[in-house]
C-alpha cells in the first residue's frame, strides 16, 4: 500500500515528543507567568494586506497564501508578533502600558527543500509593549531564565543591536546596504569582499563591513569600538556595555555573548536583536529583539520588544519523563467496577483500563 505523504516541511508529533513538547511548554509558560506575562490567541489567517503594512520588505515567497471566503488575498500567520501588534492597535489601544503578552501557537513559513528547517513549528513568546529601552535587561533576564527552564546544561544568548550597522550603512543605498546585510549575515567573505571592492567607501566603512561577519565573542565589543567611525555606532557599544555589566551582576555573564554582525532578518527591529543556542541544536532556539516602529502602523505608536522559542527544535536533546500509567486489568462482566476503581485511582495517577480474561479486577 502506497504511503500516503504530508506536505514538505511539515511532520506529525508522536505521543513521547508531545508530552516532551507540553512539559516544555508548562516550563516556558510558568516562567513566562513570573514575570507578569498575560496569555493572549490570535487567529491562524491574516489578511496578506496585514504582512504588506507590517513589513516594507516582504519576502512574499514564505508565506502560505489562499483566498478568503471575502475573495481577498490571505496567508497563515508567520510570527506572532505582527498579530499581537494589530491586536494591540486594534482591541488594547485603551490599555494601561505597558502590556505584557504572551502566546503559544503554531506559525508557518514556506522553507526550500535543502534548508533542513520545518515550515510548522510551534512559537512560544512574550511581547513587553508600552516600555522603551530600559525594559530591554529585563526582557533579557527573562529569555535567560527561560533558557535555564529547558533543563540543558549548555547555552548562550548572543546579542547584537541594529543600531549598529544602520548607522554604519546610513550613507549606503537602499540596494547596497541591502546586499552588504545579506552577506554578513550569511558570512559570506569571499562575495562580500568582492562587493565591497566595487564600492567608493572610505577605508574606515571597507575595514568594518569586513570584519563585521566574525565580530563576535567575548572581545567583540572592544574591537567593536576600535572600528567605529560615529558616534552612534560607539553610543550603541556603550550601551551594550551597560547591559553586559547587569547582566554579569544579575548572574547571567557567563551565557552571555555579543556578536555585533547580527543582522536582523526582519525590518522591523530598531535596537538589541538576541538569539539563544543550546548544545546539540544547529540553530537558534530562541530569537527576538527591540521594534519600536512597528506598532505606529497599527494606529498605537509605543516601543515594544519581545521575543519568542521555537519548541519543536528543543525535541531532540530534552529528557523524556517517563509515563507509567497503573493499569487495570477487568472483563466484560466487571467493567463496572473496574471503572469506580480508575476513577477512585485517577485523582492521583493516571490509569489505563485493559480488557483481559482475568476472573477480577487486577490492578498493577
Same mark, same amino acid.
Given at each position: 500500500?502506497?504511503?500516503?505523504?504530508?506536505?514538505?516541511?511539515?511532520?506529525?508529533?508522536?505521543?513521547?515528543?508531545?508530552?516532551?513538547?507540553?512539559?516544555?511548554?508548562?516550563?516556558?509558560?510558568?516562567?513566562?507567568?513570573?514575570?507578569?506575562?498575560?496569555?493572549?490567541?490570535?487567529?491562524?489567517?491574516?489578511?496578506?494586506?496585514?504582512?504588506?503594512?507590517?513589513?516594507?520588505?516582504?519576502?512574499?515567497?514564505?508565506?502560505?497564501?489562499?483566498?478568503?471566503?471575502?475573495?481577498?488575498?490571505?496567508?497563515?500567520?508567520?510570527?506572532?508578533?505582527?498579530?499581537?501588534?494589530?491586536?494591540?492597535?486594534?482591541?488594547?489601544?485603551?490599555?494601561?502600558?505597558?502590556?505584557?503578552?504572551?502566546?503559544?501557537?503554531?506559525?508557518?513559513?514556506?522553507?526550500?527543500?535543502?534548508?533542513?528547517?520545518?515550515?510548522?513549528?510551534?512559537?512560544?513568546?512574550?511581547?513587553?509593549?508600552?516600555?522603551?529601552?530600559?525594559?530591554?535587561?529585563?526582557?533579557?533576564?527573562?529569555?535567560?531564565?527561560?533558557?535555564?527552564?529547558?533543563?540543558?546544561?549548555?547555552?548562550?544568548?548572543?546579542?547584537?543591536?541594529?543600531?549598529?550597522?544602520?548607522?554604519?550603512?546610513?550613507?549606503?543605498?537602499?540596494?547596497?546596504?541591502?546586499?552588504?546585510?545579506?552577506?554578513?549575515?550569511?558570512?559570506?567573505?569571499?562575495?562580500?569582499?568582492?562587493?565591497?571592492?566595487?564600492?567608493?567607501?572610505?577605508?574606515?566603512?571597507?575595514?568594518?563591513?569586513?570584519?563585521?561577519?566574525?565580530?563576535?565573542?567575548?572581545?567583540?565589543?572592544?574591537?567593536?569600538?576600535?572600528?567605529?567611525?560615529?558616534?552612534?555606532?560607539?553610543?550603541?557599544?556603550?550601551?551594550?556595555?551597560? /547591559?553586559?555589566?547587569?547582566?554579569?551582576?544579575?548572574?547571567?555573564?557567563?551565557?552571555?555573548?555579543?556578536?555585533?554582525?547580527?543582522?536582523?532578518? /526582519?525590518?522591523?527591529?530598531?535596537?538589541?536583536?538576541?538569539?539563544?543556542?543550546?548544545?546539540?541544536?544547529?540553530?537558534?532556539?530562541?530569537?527576538?529583539?527591540?521594534?519600536?516602529?512597528? /506598532?505606529?502602523?497599527?494606529?498605537?505608536?509605543?516601543?515594544?520588544?519581545?521575543?519568542?522559542?521555537?519548541?519543536?527544535?528543543?525535541?531532540?536533546?530534552?529528557?523524556?519523563?517517563?509515563?507509567?500509567?497503573?493499569?487495570?486489568?477487568?472483563?466484560?462482566?466487571?467493567?463496572?467496577?473496574?471503572?469506580?476503581?480508575?476513577?477512585?485511582?485517577?485523582?492521583?495517577?493516571?490509569?489505563?483500563?485493559?480488557?483481559?480474561?482475568?476472573?477480577?479486577?487486577?490492578?498493577?
Amino acid at each position: 500500500m502506497k504511503q500516503i505523504q504530508i506536505p514538505w516541511g511539515m511532520r506529525d508529533t508522536l505521543p513521547n515528543e508531545c508530552r516532551k513538547k507540553e512539559s516544555l511548554r508548562k516550563r516556558i509558560e510558568a516562567v513566562y507567568e513570573s514575570y507578569g506575562y498575560q496569555p493572549v490567541e490570535t487567529p491562524l489567517i491574516e489578511y496578506w494586506s496585514t504582512y504588506r503594512n507590517a513589513f516594507e520588505n516582504l519576502q512574499e515567497e514564505t508565506l502560505y497564501k489562499m483566498t478568503s471566503e471575502d475573495g481577498k488575498i490571505a496567508a497563515l500567520r508567520t510570527d506572532m508578533t505582527m498579530p499581537i501588534a494589530r491586536l494591540c492597535g486594534a482591541k488594547l489601544s485603551s490599555s494601561k502600558e505597558p502590556l505584557r503578552l504572551r502566546y503559544c501557537a503554531n506559525v508557518y513559513k514556506v522553507r526550500q527543500t535543502f534548508a533542513g528547517k520545518r515550515s510548522e513549528v510551534t512559537d512560544c513568546g512574550v511581547e513587553l509593549i508600552g516600555a522603551g529601552n530600559g525594559a530591554d535587561l529585563e526582557v533579557l533576564a527573562c529569555a535567560m531564565d527561560v533558557m535555564e527552564s529547558f533543563g540543558i546544561e549548555n547555552y548562550t544568548l548572543e546579542i547584537g543591536n541594529s543600531r549598529f550597522f544602520d548607522s554604519a550603512a546610513e550613507n549606503l543605498k537602499e540596494e547596497d546596504r541591502t546586499v552588504i546585510a545579506s552577506l554578513i549575515d550569511r558570512k559570506s567573505m569571499v562575495e562580500l569582499e568582492e562587493y565591497l571592492s566595487g564600492m567608493e567607501l572610505s577605508e574606515e566603512e571597507k575595514n568594518l563591513f569586513l570584519e563585521l561577519p566574525l565580530l563576535s565573542g567575548k572581545d567583540a565589543l572592544e574591537r567593536a569600538e576600535q572600528l567605529s567611525f560615529r558616534e552612534e555606532m560607539k553610543e550603541v557599544i556603550g550601551e551594550l556595555r551597560q /547591559l553586559e555589566k547587569e547582566l554579569g551582576q544579575l548572574g547571567y555573564g557567563n551565557a552571555v555573548v555579543f556578536d555585533l554582525g547580527k543582522i536582523p532578518h /526582519l525590518d522591523y527591529y530598531t535596537g538589541i536583536i538576541f538569539e539563544g543556542y543550546v548544545e546539540g541544536v544547529g540553530t537558534g532556539v530562541l530569537s527576538g529583539g527591540r521594534y519600536d516602529n512597528l /506598532l505606529a502602523r497599527f494606529g498605537k505608536d509605543m516601543p515594544a520588544i519581545g521575543f519568542g522559542v521555537k519548541l519543536d527544535y528543543l525535541l531532540d536533546v530534552i529528557e523524556e519523563e517517563e509515563f507509567s500509567p497503573v493499569k487495570i486489568y477487568y472483563t466484560e462482566e466487571n467493567r463496572v467496577e473496574a471503572l469506580k476503581t480508575a476513577a477512585e485511582m485517577r485523582n492521583e495517577m493516571p490509569v489505563e483500563l485493559i480488557l483481559s480474561d482475568r476472573d477480577e479486577v487486577e490492578v498493577e
